[in-house]
């Protein structure tokens, strides 16, 4: 399997605005089961998703997966990097059928730093493999050279499907291949953002380990959904949460966002033999998560599913979530 990478930055902005005036506005209509503190959550969120844009501009990552020369898996991934501050209080108007904030939002030169693109420059990597064919050394050793520099930032790092993901861009300046070591070394650098590391966005890859002497045994494929998934998610502010799902069986399954400290039941509304669409019914936590969501998970692979929280027809969390062995 080879996988490309490809990163695109949209509207990078200089960060030479530190600190910006923003409003948001919703639609009470939107959200008839919300409190009022839910619905001033809800837009003071929106305030501080166009507040980071402003500041920190927009990163879109897309990583295609290709197989024998075709495309089998096309991931896109926006996120707004940053972490956001609001001097003051945020100003609330409540009208009768919208609620309204005003903020100021600013961004510390850590904040900015945090986000700018930095460089781990790599002089000399080799990599050698005996069991690998000739023919894929090229790509294995560029797998490892991406995978050795992200985790000399964030050792957790473990395959190579994690790192590419943390990986904004990768320049190699030389490379070749010893014939009598059977070696392939490579010099160059891999630029990634500092708070992108502290995202947690593992994957599974039995394709590659990075100090493997010996390639994985492939396993029998899953073909239901039954058993432990977890994964983490990302909403259209930015923030992450980890989640758990366990399906024992349709009619009992249960999900659990243990970051955000909530979760609770999942109802079967619909599946066939590739997607099941869930009514999710908090059991508790239900102040800090939204109550009677629609939950999708889609198969993308035996062992990985496309994860997506949605209410009233409003993407809450997306992401990936895997089977645990």
Not at 170 to 196: C, H, Q, R
């Amino acid at each position: 399997m080879k996988i490309v990478l490809l990163i695109l930055i949209l509207n990078l902005v200089s960060f030479a605005n530190m600190s910006v005036h923003k409003s948001a506005t919703i639609l009470k209509s939107l959200y008839p089961n919300s409190s009022a503190i839910e619905l001033k959550n809800i837009v003071l969120k929106k305030a501080k998703l166009e507040a980071a844009k402003e500041i920190f501009g927009e990163f879109l990552l897309s990583e295609t997966v290709m197989q024998n020369g075709q495309v089998i898996d096309d991931i896109v991934r926006e996120s707004h990097g940053g972490v956001i501050h609001i001097k003051g209080e945020p100003n609330f108007i409540d009208s009768e059928n919208e609620i309204k904030v005003t903020i100021d939002a600013y961004a510390t030169k850590e904040d900015i730093d945090d986000v700018r693109p930095h460089k781990i420059i790599i002089n000399n990597f080799s990599y050698s493999n005996p069991l690998i064919a000739l023919k894929d050394i090229k790509q294995y050793a560029k797998d490892a050279f991406i995978l050795e520099a992200i985790s000399r930032k964030k050792p957790s790092v473990k395959d190579i499907s994690e790192a590419r993901k943390l990986a904004l861009e990768v320049d190699i300046n030389k490379e070749g291949f010893d014939i009598n070591t059977l070696s392939y070394t490579i010099s160059g650098s891999v630029t990634y953002i500092p708070a992108f590391l502290r995202q947690d966005v593992s994957m599974k890859n039995e394709n590659y380990n990075k100090n493997t002497s010996e390639q994985k045994p492939k396993r029998k494929e899953k073909k239901d959904f039954y058993g432990k998934w977890s994964g983490f998610l990302l909403n259209n502010s930015g923030k992450s949460s980890s989640v758990e799902i366990t399906i024992t069986s349709f009619s009992q399954a249960s999900i659990l966002y243990k970051s955000l400290k909530c979760g609770g039941d999942l109802i079967v509304k619909d599946k066939n033999t590739n997607k099941v669409i869930f009514k999710e019914i908090l059991t508790f936590g239900v102040d800090k998560c939204q109550q009677n969501s629609i939950v999708s998970i889609q198969r993308i692979t035996p062992k990985s599913l496309q994860f997506k929280q949605e209410y009233d027809s409003k993407k809450l969390f997306y992401g990936r979530v895997y089977l645990e062995e």
